[in-house]
């Protein structure tokens, strides 16, 4: 009995399997669904290397005191603006002060004596050595004075040049002493953007040459000019040292930047910004194919100008759907306008 059922049962599993449909011909059914499309353009592109870099001032001044004295009038803040030779501290310094009283009371002693031994070789009382020996003396009390009068004006603290306190560490009544830093001092006139760029992509570069600078908050690049390059590069990074000028009012001192350094070109495959979608971490792209859009999974480069460049995943020449529906499915029907 069991055999005269077989051919039955075989017959049965072929018409069961004739009424299957395919997986990958599921999404065609249906009307197609119109979309707008633009094709991969394969396009030889400048190859740029991205360079870390800080803002740093071109001038910038820790300021120490040259006396012993204790702080006496201190009114800045920090970022406060000030201008070349302004005032920025006074001291009191004593010791000084009465180092300077001392060598008046001793220039006007010399004077005296001075003026003395002139008047008795004009007499004839004394030999002229005494008159050039007291001239002598007076010419060392006036460099004394000189000398204390200098070192008093220590006591007042001026700019070195126009900028913007970045550092204050010291209040009024603090005492200051030689080499202690009081203030820091940063120029806002003069800003540079200072990187290490390999020592084989520096190889290229002079002082002198215009350089891309791409500053944290600005949209755009901003052109400088390499004022500095390190003549020796650096034994354990195989780097070397670049400060590059930037225009005046772009940027700010400690700001992250990047130099862009070029590379030469390289074929890129770009396609329309509007193209690429995200999904989680995957970024995809529809490609339409016979009719369909096909799915497919690529890695994405750098913007440039509405457009961003494919690592992989697609070809030149490929037609890609621009800014997919969000009904659109893998190997849904689709239909190209114009």
Same mark, same amino acid.
């Given at each position: $009995?069991?055999?005269?059922?077989?051919?039955?049962?075989?017959?049965?599993?072929?018409?069961?399997?004739?009424?299957?449909?395919?997986?990958?011909?599921?999404?065609?059914?249906?009307?197609?669904?119109?979309?707008?499309?633009?094709?991969?353009?394969?396009?030889?592109?400048?190859?740029?290397?991205?360079?870390?870099?800080?803002?740093?001032?071109?001038?910038?001044?820790?300021?120490?005191?040259?006396?012993?004295?204790?702080?006496?009038?201190?009114?800045?803040?920090?970022?406060?603006?000030?201008?070349?030779?302004?005032?920025?501290?006074?001291?009191?310094?004593?010791?000084?002060?009465?180092?300077?009283?001392?060598?008046?009371?001793?220039?006007?002693?010399?004077?005296?004596?001075?003026?003395?031994?002139?008047?008795?070789?004009?007499?004839?009382?004394?030999?002229?050595?005494?008159?050039?020996?007291?001239?002598?003396?007076?010419?060392?009390?006036?460099?004394?004075?000189?000398?204390?009068?200098?070192?008093?004006?220590?006591?007042?603290?001026?700019?070195?040049?126009?900028?913007?306190?970045?550092?204050?560490?010291?209040?009024?009544?603090?005492?200051?002493?030689?080499?202690?830093?009081?203030?820091?001092?940063?120029?806002?006139?003069?800003?540079r953007a200072e990187g290490t760029i390999p020592e084989k992509?520096?190889?290229?570069?002079?002082?002198?040459?215009?350089?891309?600078?791409?500053?944290?908050?600005?949209?755009?690049?901003?052109?400088?000019?390499?004022?500095?390059?390190?003549?020796?590069?650096?034994?354990?990074?195989?780097?070397?040292?670049?400060?590059?000028?930037?225009?005046?009012?772009?940027?700010?001192?400690?700001?992250?930047?990047?130099?862009?350094?070029?590379?030469?070109?390289?074929?890129?495959?770009?396609?329309?910004?509007?193209?690429?979608?995200?999904?989680?971490? $995957?970024?995809?792209?529809?490609?339409?194919?016979?009719?369909?859009?096909?799915?497919?999974?690529?890695?994405?480069?750098?913007?440039?100008?509405?457009?961003?460049?494919?690592?992989?995943?697609?070809?030149?020449?490929?037609?890609?759907?621009?800014?997919?529906?969000?009904?659109?499915?893998?190997?849904?029907?689709?239909?190209?306008?114009?």
């Open positions: $009995m069991i055999p005269r059922l077989l051919p039955s049962v075989l017959i049965l599993l072929l018409l069961t399997g004739c009424g299957r449909t395919d997986p990958a011909l599921a999404g065609t059914a249906g009307p197609a669904l119109p979309v707008h499309s633009a094709v991969v353009s394969l396009e030889q592109l400048p190859v740029v290397l991205e360079v870390p870099a800080t803002v740093r001032p071109a001038e910038r001044a820790i300021i120490a005191a040259k006396l012993t004295g204790t702080v006496a009038s201190l009114t800045l803040r920090l970022g406060q603006a000030v201008a070349a030779g302004e005032t920025l501290l006074t001291l009191n310094a004593p010791d000084a002060e009465a180092r300077v009283r001392q060598a008046r009371a001793q220039l006007a002693e010399a004077e005296r004596t001075a003026d003395r031994a002139r008047t008795l070789v004009e007499k004839g009382v004394n030999a002229a050595d005494s008159q050039r020996d007291a001239e002598d003396r007076l010419r060392y009390a006036q460099a004394a004075l000189a000398e204390t009068d200098a070192l008093l004006a220590y006591a007042t603290v001026r700019a070195p040049f126009a900028g913007v306190i970045t550092e204050k560490n010291v209040l009024p009544g603090d005492l200051a002493t030689p080499g202690l830093p009081l203030l820091v001092l940063e120029s806002t006139q003069h800003l992509n520096a190889a290229a570069l002079h002082a002198g040459d215009a350089l891309a600078v791409i500053l944290e908050d600005n949209t755009g690049p901003v052109t400088g000019n390499i004022e500095e390059i390190s003549a020796a590069a650096d034994a354990v990074s195989r780097s070397v040292l670049v400060k590059v000028a930037l225009p005046a009012g772009t940027a700010r001192s400690g700001q992250f930047a990047r130099l862009l350094v070029g590379q030469g070109t390289a074929s890129t495959l770009l396609v329309p910004a509007e193209a690429l979608t995200a999904f989680g971490q $995957m970024e995809r792209i529809y490609v339409v194919e016979r009719g369909a859009a096909v799915l497919r999974l690529v890695k994405s480069g750098q913007r440039r100008n509405g457009r961003v460049e494919i690592l992989s995943g697609l070809n030149a020449g490929e037609q890609v759907v621009l800014t997919p529906p969000a009904a659109l499915r893998d190997g849904e029907a689709v239909t190209v306008q114009p």
